[in-house]
């Protein structure tokens, strides 16, 4: 089993910073073989959309909307996957969700219980 625990969220206003973490742990050859960590977020009526990515290697990948305003980066030593946000907009509010995927064939997501984030303007 895998399981991601995040932190972090709260209520800031527009312009502002928040960060979120996430705590990856579990069976050691099931965090070996996870090569790609990813924050998602989810609004009301919209779907779950990705945010930000880091894979093994280090390669990030990040949302057109999030570009110049997110980063995220992995602790390998404390198995952390956080993300730093500046000049928060209200839009980015939403429940933001920490995934790790082992990928393949068929691919397996493991997910956190997600942390709220609202922005307020």
């Known amino acids: 089993q895998v399981q991601l625990v995040e932190s972090g969220g709260g209520l800031v206003q527009a312009g502002g910073s928040l960060r979120v973490s996430c705590v990856v742990s579990g069976d050691a050859s099931l965090l070996k073989a996870i090569d790609w960590y990813r924050w998602f977020r989810q609004t009301p009526g919209k779907e779950r959309e990705l945010v930000a990515g880091?894979?093994?290697?280090?390669?990030?990948n990040y949302a057109d909307s999030m570009k110049g305003r997110v980063t995220i980066w992995r602790d390998n030593g404390k198995n952390t996957v956080t993300l730093q946000m500046n000049s928060l907009k209200p839009e980015d509010t939403g429940v933001y969700y920490c995934n790790a995927r082992r990928s393949g064939v068929t691919p397996i997501d493991y997910w956190g219980q997600g942390t709220q984030v609202t922005v307020s303007s």
């Open positions: 880091q894979t093994k290697m280090g390669t990030e």
